[in-house]
């Protein structure tokens, strides 16, 4: 499966954005979908992630009550809603996919990043 984020950008604190994720090549039904980031200097963090059946999500505590991820199966599309953005939130984010995986499994396949830049 191939994946494609967009949706990064200049934002002020307090403000949102929402990141896309597109895959193609496979039944994108099948596949769990995560959001990592990773800031200069920092390692690559778990900041989202759904399940492939949709039934679980998980948020680290970081980012819990301002994200929200969401899955369309029709538009092979996964949306990450980022609200009440932090200057600590400034980071490259990647979607990730794995088939079948688990909320905290592997995932194989990765997207380019997109830089998510919150100003203070």
């Known amino acids: 499966v191939q994946l494609q984020a967009s949706g990064g950008g200049l934002v002020q604190a307090g403000g949102s954005l929402r990141l896309s994720c597109a895959a193609s090549g496979r039944t994108f039904s099948n596949y769990g979908v995560a959001w990592f980031r990773q800031a200069p200097g920092k390692e690559r963090e778990l900041v989202a992630a759904i399940s492939w059946r949709s039934s679980s999500t998980y948020y680290p505590d970081s980012v819990k009550g301002r994200f929200t991820i969401s899955r369309d199966n029709a538009k092979n599309t996964v949306y990450l809603q980022m609200n009440s953005l932090k200057p600590e939130d400034t980071a490259v984010y990647y979607c990730?996919?794995?088939?079948?995986?688990?909320?905290?499994?592997?995932?194989?396949?990765w997207g380019q990043g997109t830089q998510v830049t919150v100003s203070s």
């Open positions: 990730a996919a794995g088939y079948r995986t688990g909320i905290l499994g592997v995932y194989d396949y």
